[in-house]
């Protein structure tokens, strides 16, 4: 059996668009300012996605869904997730598991990391975990500009 490792990266920064929603692991967060990004910005589905492109030999997300491209413009982000799973499935490889880190000031996860876990579990049909991570007032993120994801995943072949 081979097992090989990805890693993933994401951040984005909070939008001045008062009408963007904050969607962070698939999840809304009501009442919170939402990211910047040509999708739904969600920083936690786009590093899960890297982990495992990376993990299979894949490329990145920008490479599959480049911001380029009107096509993607607003897309869901756990859509996109479960498009990247279905890719490291037919590059012959299964996901194993994916563990994040959600680097950020506000939102508060803990109230809605389950449902976090749950709709990216699904999405790759493997454990998906989240843990919530303050930068301490350090640099853009402690100062509350954005929020950054970091990820990393196992995947196996026979």
Not at 26 to 44: I, M, N, R, T, Y
Not at 68 to 96: C, H, K, N, Y
């Amino acid at each position: 059996m081979t097992v090989r490792v990805g890693q993933g990266f994401d951040v984005h920064a909070f939008s001045t668009d008062a009408d963007r929603v904050l969607v962070l692991g698939g999840v809304v967060f009501e009442g919170e300012v939402g990211l910047v990004g040509h999708s739904d910005a969600d920083v936690v589905a786009h590093a899960c996605a890297d982990a495992l492109l990376g993990a299979a030999g894949l490329g990145d997300i920008g490479q599959h869904f480049p911001d380029t491209d009107p096509q993607w413009a607003g897309a869901d982000s756990i859509m996109l997730l479960t498009e990247v799973a279905g890719r490291v499935r037919a590059a012959g490889f299964e996901p194993g598991n994916v563990d994040c880190a959600v680097v950020c000031e506000r939102p508060k996860l803990s109230p809605k990391r389950d449902a976090m876990q749950q709709r990216l579990s699904a999405a790759v049909g493997a454990s998906v975990t989240v843990k919530g991570n303050r930068a301490e007032g350090l640099g853009a993120i402690g100062r509350g500009e954005g929020i950054a994801c970091f990820a990393v995943a196992v995947v196996s072949a026979p």
